[in-house]
Each structure stands twice: as C-alpha cells, then as structure tokens.
C-alpha cells in the first residue's frame, strides 16, 4: 500500500503561482511513476503532468511552459511548481502514484484545491 498526502493548494490570483507537494508514505520502492491530475467542478479528471522511470516527464499541453513536474526522491515528495495561473486552472489537484509490475495499482491522495481568481 501506498498513502499520499498533497499540500500546497490555495488561492491566488491570475499571474501567480503556487507549489503543490504530494508525500508518498507506504510501499515506496513498489512506484514507479507519479502524476498530477486535477478536476474542475462538472468536468472530467484530467492528467497534467506525470514524471517516470529516469525522471521522465510529460505535460498536458494546457500547462506545458507554466509548469513544472519533480520529485525528491529521498525525502518520496513529489512537486507540481505552477506559474502564469489562469482562472482556468482552478480545480482539485490530485497526486496519484502507479505501480507497474503485475499486479498493476493506482494509489490516489485526497486532493488539494486550486482556486485561481481573475
């Protein structure tokens, strides 16, 4: 099992910024990526960033160059470093971990809120 708490959530106006972090606790050795998502109120949960094997990276091209995915593998803590907010970033923010060896498994937190005013 994995358990994962974010953090950093907030309000803030449009142009600004704001660090979110997810702390992995539990099965750590076990992930083996991570990701950001988050849902807007009536929409549908969507990835924006997820970091993997090798630090890889990828970004939903929505944020891509306001964004900014990393993990500290030694303290297990993920960061989502967002710039530029827009009122279209307001969401819940959730951190979910992925363990790829059979049996796969999706580990969520509990969401952080994102409000960005105009």
């Known amino acids: 099992q994995v358990q994962l708490v974010e953090s950093g959530g907030g309000l803030v106006q449009a142009g600004g910024s704001l660090r979110l972090s997810c702390a992995a606790s539990?099965?750590?050795?076990?992930?083996?990526?991570m990701a950001w998502y988050r849902q807007a109120p009536g929409k549908q949960r969507e990835l924006v960033a997820a970091?993997?094997?090798?630090?890889?990276?990828n970004y939903a091209a929505s944020v891509k160059g306001r964004f900014t995915i990393s993990r500290d593998n030694a303290k297990n803590t993920m960061f989502l470093q967002m710039n530029s907010l827009k009122p279209e970033d307001t969401a819940v923010y959730y951190c979910k971990a992925r363990r790829l060896a059979i049996p796969t498994a999706d580990y969520w937190g509990q969401g952080t809120q994102v409000t960005v005013s105009s």
């Open positions: 970091i993997g094997i090798g630090d890889s990276t």
């Open positions: 539990g099965s750590i050795s076990s992930i083996n990526v």
